[in-house]
T-cell receptor
Framework: KNQVEQSPQSLIILEGKNCTLQ??????????LRWYKQDTGRGPVSLTI?????NTKSNGRYTATLDADTKQSSLHITASQLSDSASYIC???????????????FGGGTRVLVKP | SQTIHQWPATLVQPVGSPLSLECTVE??????LYWYRQAAGRGLQLLFY??????ISSEVPQNLSASRPQDRQFILSSKKLLLSDSGFYLC??????????????FGPGTRLTVT
């Protein structure tokens, strides 16, 4: 069964500090991995998307890494801001599907709270 | 540019009442459309997806149904709501990036509370 596990479930960090979120997956065959940011009561917004051949991708202060051999990904937030308070969701998709959405596996998310 | 709309934003309904949530997409044609539910503190669960008008695939057996009467309109319905139907409902559409790669874009969501 395809699974995506995220850790920690939640964390609190002080403004200006860095943090790293983890994602482990068992989805196969692998197509791509995405990180989404979801503010409370809003829809998820894509941060990064990485394919098998990519091992790092940045989007501003967000940097995602991918190790396809160990099936692990991380999302690093640099110099955190209060606006970074949100849930971060790791999503892995399978290869070779026509309607992309029905083969996405979602992690449970990591809730980040940035305190001043 | 493409945008996705959902309404209502919030809804409180009694058990046994009907439900209709609407999702529309602008700025694209023939999108793949999806309905997800997110229970409190849980991950997103795919409920339905559609690859075209009148084409609906259900991922999990449940009390809900979906319809796609127009190319860019996706409706989530129920004849009689259950308490377990409470949650945050998200509509999404996908676009092909390159090769087999797709990107999904989510709507703002509808918070449904069944009392």
């Amino acid at each position: 069964k395809n699974q995506v596990e995220q850790s920690p479930q939640s964390l609190i960090i002080l403004e200006g500090k860095n943090c790293t979120l983890q994602c482990n997956y068992t989805v196969s065959p692998f197509s791509n991995l995405r990180w989404y940011k979801q503010d409370t009561g809003r829809g998820p917004v894509s941060l990064t998307i990485m394919t098998f051949s990519e091992n790092t991708k940045s989007n501003g202060r967000y940097t995602a890494t991918l190790d396809a051999d160990t099936k692990q990904s991380s999302l690093h937030i640099t110099a955190s801001q209060l606006s970074d308070s949100a849930s971060y969701i790791c999503v892995v998709s399978e290869k070779g599907i026509k309607a992309a959405g029905n083969k996405l596996t979602f992690g449970g998310g990591t809730r980040v709270l940035v305190k001043p | 540019s493409q945008t996705i709309h959902q309404w209502p934003a919030t809804l409180v309904q009694p058990v046994g009442s009907p439900l209709s949530l609407e999702c529309t997409v602008e700025g694209t044609s023939n999108p793949n459309l999806y309905w997800y539910r997110q229970a409190a503190g849980r991950g997103l669960q795919l409920l339905f997806y559609s690859v075209g008008i009148g084409q609906i695939s259900s991922e999990v057996p449940q009390n809900l149904s979906a319809s796609r009467p127009q190319d860019r309109q996706f409706i989530l319905s129920s004849k009689k709501l259950l308490l377990s139907d409470s949650g945050f409902y998200l509509c999404a559409w996908s676009v092909r990036l390159s090769g087999p790669q797709y990107e999904q874009y989510f709507g703002p969501g509808t918070r449904l509370t069944v009392t």
